[in-house]
C-alpha cells in the first residue's frame, strides 16, 4: 500500500505561482512513476503532469506546457508540482497518484493511490 498527501494550495492571485508537494509512504517510492492530476467543478479529471521513477522523462498536458514543471526527489519520497503564471482556468483539486500500469500516462485508469486532493484557487 502507498499513501500520498498533497499539499500547498491556496488561493492566488492571476499570474501568481504555486508549488504542491506530494509526500509517499514506502520505501519503493523511488521505483514509481508518477502523476499530477487536476479536477474543476463539474469537469473530469484531467492528466497535469507525470515524471518517471528516476526524474529522467517528464511529461505535460499542453495547457500547463512551458507554465508548470514536475519534479520529484526520492531521497524524501517527495513530488512536486511548481505552478507559474496561473490563470483562472487552473482553479481545480490537484491529485497526485502513482502510475501503475500502461504507457499512457494522461489516462487516469492506469493510476492508483491517489492522495486527497489540495484546492487550488486562481482568482481573476
Known amino acids: 500500500q502507498v499513501q500520498l498527501v498533497e499539499s500547498g494550495g491556496g488561493l492566488v492571485q492571476a499570474g501568481e505561482s504555486l508549488r504542491l508537494s506530494c509526500a509517499a509512504s514506502?520505501?519503493?517510492?523511488?521505483?514509481?512513476?508518477m502523476g499530477w492530476f487536476r479536477q474543476a467543478p463539474g469537469k473530469e479529471r484531467e492528466f497535469v503532469a507525470g515524471?518517471?521513477?528516476?526524474?529522467?522523462?517528464?511529461y505535460y498536458a499542453d495547457s500547463v506546457k512551458g507554465r508548470f514543471t514536475i519534479s520529484r526527489d526520492n531521497t524524501k519520497n517527495a513530488v512536486y508540482l511548481q505552478m507559474n503564471s496561473l490563470t483562472p482556468e487552473d482553479t481545480a483539486v490537484y491529485y497526485c497518484?502513482?502510475?501503475?500500469?500502461?504507457?499512457?500516462?494522461?489516462?487516469?485508469?492506469?493510476?492508483?493511490?491517489w492522495g486527497q486532493g489540495t484546492q487550488v484557487t486562481v482568482s481573476s
Open positions: 514506502g520505501r519503493t517510492f523511488r521505483s514509481y512513476n
Open positions: 497518484a502513482v502510475k501503475t500500469r500502461g504507457t499512457s500516462w494522461d489516462r487516469a485508469t492506469r493510476y492508483d493511490y
Open positions: 515524471i518517471s521513477w528516476d526524474g529522467g522523462s517528464t
